[in-house]
């Protein structure tokens, strides 16, 4: 395998343990895990629980087009688009006055609410019967009452006063009280599902319901093409949201339906209005008939010859209608002068036979309900509506202008035609003057009856349109509730919770790790120094009393960990002839790292093996090893022979260990002022070289090296220099300092020893495993 093969498994491999130390980092807090989703779910079911549930109910309904007559086809047409404008439609569907009138229908300043033992839930009508006394317009402030209901009477409580009401017998109405509302079941037996319950009416201004209302509903269009409009609305209350719905779908109706009655309507008066003088001008025309004849004793007309009667009867039947046609743009230019303002329907369909006239009159109609529909949805000073309202002006001028060009136009076919008529009666001059001016008046009654007639039929024909006046809406589908609640979402809510109970101790594992800066093992160690070898990694067993390597034949943890770093120790000792003793110094960064333990241990595994092993204290200034053997601190030891050259190394010599019995330890002794002075007067040197005679090896436990200056003071020499690092205590930047020394050379042969390893679980190791294996947790 090629150099580059073995690189890039090597990464591979490097990667894949990196994404499985980074797995086994957090599952070994897998108990935070389990308990923040229990903790999560049960939230989650309080909530839930504890939530008022909300139902959302909707409607759909198609907006029918209220143009009148047949038209052509046009771009819109042709392109399957709608001209109905949805948007005001919209607007108008959700206006105060239609929404006033949905609250006032349905009576929705009197809600209603049950409560429970944590969480009161608005209801739709109680499970007995409540008579409002109040109108809804009367409601100027809210108001609210408690309704306990015992086993035999009603319990009424305003919250105004305080004061509780008793109604027995579950009836108020025969009791003098100022509620606005009677209670009663309605001849029913009280239920034992309601006693011992309470329930909460609340009273609230119709501003307010509608506001709240007309804010609540949502209005959307299905499609961009289409004339479908959706309802929505969300409540507490299936129920309601269904009532609410159907009744807005009604009033919408109903208003849209008035809009259009409108015009027959106003036909049907101006009608009425115009029979009254019909009446009164045939009755006097006919009395004046019967006078005529009755003074000149007149009785039959004779009828003149074939071709004069004829012509004469073709005029005037012409001169007929044009007179009908005069009289009847007098009567509607009348109207119009009349009406002094532009919100009136002009009466269409009356008879007049100029077509431009009419399509003027309809067009003006229209634009008066397209201008009110907007006003009420946006107000009276709107721009639109104001040039709507010039619109119309415009209209009505054209109006009028048109009447007088077509009564000119009348008059003048008429004189026309007078002209021909008199060449007509020239004929029949010899005709007496009575029969003349008995046809005259002849003429007048059959104009009158016959404009009577006409619009006797035109009134019916508004009351007809007035009586099937088409909807205004089509309803595709009435209000529907959905089964289950929209709010709140139980499957949102427990997957919400379960990825927050996840996620929540992966966030704090995430900070403590991110903020943590000390050792944990020796991958952190060869993070920062690559270069200097790890040779052991001491287990964490502080919660184990005995934790000195006393038995040289003991197999627990401790022992085997201290076996493995004295074989290792032998790996990194140069190899030198004629030399026997090897020197081993134990040294960290700070104190607390454990270097007095490890020092003491290490000499003990070696003198397991049937080695000589000398241990010095030379940590002058804060001394340690006493502690492990009950020996007095200020027993002679180093300190005095550096000190005193009279005083043999020899003496200070301590047999510490029974079952050792190749193990030596010579104390720090008396604590000096000048401990470096001491170190560096050549006597350490000379006890240095005499001990190499005697001893296999001789391990010197010394200062921390970013104290104080002891340790490199002596630091030549040591074969081999076991620097303490320990997990979950040190520093990692504090591996930097260790890494100069030896970078430097003011250490010699650094090897790095990690000790307490366990007290941190990042990284996953399990020293059992290991040095256990084949044997028991204790000899």
């Known amino acids: 395998m090629s150099n580059q093969q073995n690189s890039q498994y090597q990464n591979r491999s490097d990667q894949g343990e990196v994404i499985k130390n980074g797995v086994l980092k957090y599952l070994r807090y897998w108990v935070w895990f389990v308990l923040g989703l229990i903790l999560a779910l049960i939230g989650a079911n309080l909530y839930l629980r504890y939530t008022p549930k909300l139902y959302n109910s909707s409607a759909k309904i198609k907006i029918l087009n209220k143009s009148k007559g047949l038209e052509l086809p046009s771009s819109a047409f042709i392109f399957n688009r709608s001209n109905i404008n949805l948007e005001n439609e919209i607007e108008i569907l959700k206006s105060y006055r239609i929404i006033e009138q949905v609250v006032d229908r349905l009576s929705l300043t009197m809600r209603f609410f049950e409560e429970g033992n944590v969480l009161t839930t608005e209801i739709y009508r109680l499970p007995f019967k409540i008579e409002k006394k109040v109108a809804n317009d009367s409601i100027y402030i809210g108001s609210s009452y408690t309704i306990e209901v015992r086993p035999d009477a009603f319990d009424v409580t305003p919250s105004s006063t305080n004061k509780t009401l008793v109604f027995e017998n579950h009836n108020s109405s025969k009791v003098d009280h100022n509620l606005p509302f009677d209670l009663s079941l309605a001849g029913k037996k009280i239920s034992n599902e309601i006693i011992g319950k309470t329930y909460i009416v609340r009273f609230v201004p119709i501003t307010s319901v509608t506001k709240g209302l007309k804010g609540a509903i949502n209005v959307s269009m299905l499609g961009k093409n289409s004339d479908l409009l959706k309802l929505n ?74 071709l004069g009667i004829t012509q004469r009867t073709q005029s005037e039947k012409e001169l007929f209608d044009l007179e009908n046609q005069l009289i009847i743009s007098d009567l509607l230019k009348e109207t119009i002068e009349k009406s002094n303002t532009e919100s009136s329907l002009l009466p269409a369909n009356i008879g007049l036979a100029n077509t431009s ?8 109609n ?20 104001i040039v709507l309202n010039s619109k119309l002006k415009d209209i009505k001028t054209n109006i009028l202008e048109s009447i007088d060009s077509y009564s000119l136009q009348l008059s003048a076919s008429k004189k026309q035609l007078e002209a021909k008529n008199r060449r007509y009666k020239a004929q029949v001059f010899s005709l007496p003057t009575k029969e003349k001016a008995a046809r005259e008046i ?45 709010s709140p979402n139980s499957r949102s809510v427990y997957l919400l919770s379960t990825v927050l109970g996840l996620l929540v101790p992966f966030g704090i594992l ?39 390597f006393n038995d040289p034949n003991d197999r627990s943890a401790l022992a085997e960990s201290f076996r493995i770093l004295s074989s290792n120790v032998d790996y990194i000792l140069p190899v030198k002839g004629g030399e026997k003793g090897k020197v081993i110094y134990c040294t960290s960064t700070i104190k607390g790292e454990g270097k007095t333990y490890v020092s003491l241990n290490l000499s003990l595994a070696l003198s397991s093996i049937n080695k000589k092993v000398l241990l010095i204290g030379a940590d002058l ?72 005679q005697e001893y296999d090896y001789i391990i010197v436990d010394t200062a921390p090296t970013i104290l104080v200056t002891d340790t490199m003071l002596i630091s030549q020499l040591a074969d081999a220099t076991i620097y303490l690092v320990r997990a979950n205590y040190t520093e990692k930047n504090l591996l930097n300092f260790s890494k100069e020394l030896s970078e430097s050379g003011k250490l010699k042969n650094i090897a790095y020893v990690v000790n307490s390893v366990g007290a941190s679980k990042s990284y996953g190791y399990g020293y059992n495993y290991g040095y256990n294996y084949g044997y028991g947790s204790k000899a």
Do not use: C
């Open 233 to 306: 609305y969300t409540s507490q209350s299936k129920a309601k949201n269904e009532r609410i719905l159907n009744m807005l779908i009604d009033v919408f109706n109903q208003d849209g339906i008035s809009d259009r009655q409108d015009i027959s309507r106003r036909t049907i008066k101006f009608i009425d209005e115009r029979f009254i003088r019909l009446t009164q001008e045939l009755d006097s025309i006919e009395t004046g008939i019967k006078d005529y004849k009755q003074d000149n004793n007149f009785l039959t007309v004779e009828s003149d010859a074939e």
């Open 357 to 364: 006239i009419n399509d003027l009159v309809n067009n003006y």
């Open 366 to 385: 229209t634009v008066v309900f397209e201008r009110d529909n907007l006003r009420t949805s946006a107000g009276e000073n709107n721009p639109q509506v």
């Open 442 to 486: 002849l003429r007048q009654q059959a104009i009158k009856e016959s404009l009577f007639i006409f619009l006797l039929q035109k009134r019916e024909e508004a009351a007809i349109n007035l009586a099937i006046t088409e909807p205004s809406i089509k309803v595709v589908e009435y209000a529907i509730s959905g089964g289950a609640p929209i």
């Open 510 to 548: 995430y900070l403590i790790f991110m903020l943590d800066t000390k050792v944990h093992g020796k991958e952190d160690v060869l993070k920062t120094s690559p270069n200097i070898p790890v040779i052991g990694e001491i287990p964490d067993l502080k919660k184990k009393k005995n934790i000195i």
């Open 621 to 692: 200034r804060n001394p340690q090893i006493h502690t492990h053997i009950q020996e007095d601190k200020h027993k002679p030891g180093l300190s005095n022979y550096l000190h005193d050259i009279d005083y043999d190394w020899k003496d200070a010599l301590i047999y510490g260990f029974d079952k050792h019995p190749n193990h030596n330890i010579i104390l720090s002794g008396s604590i000096p002022p000048n401990p470096a002075h001491l170190l560096t007067n050549g006597r350490f040197k000379k006890l240095i070289e005499e001990a190499k």
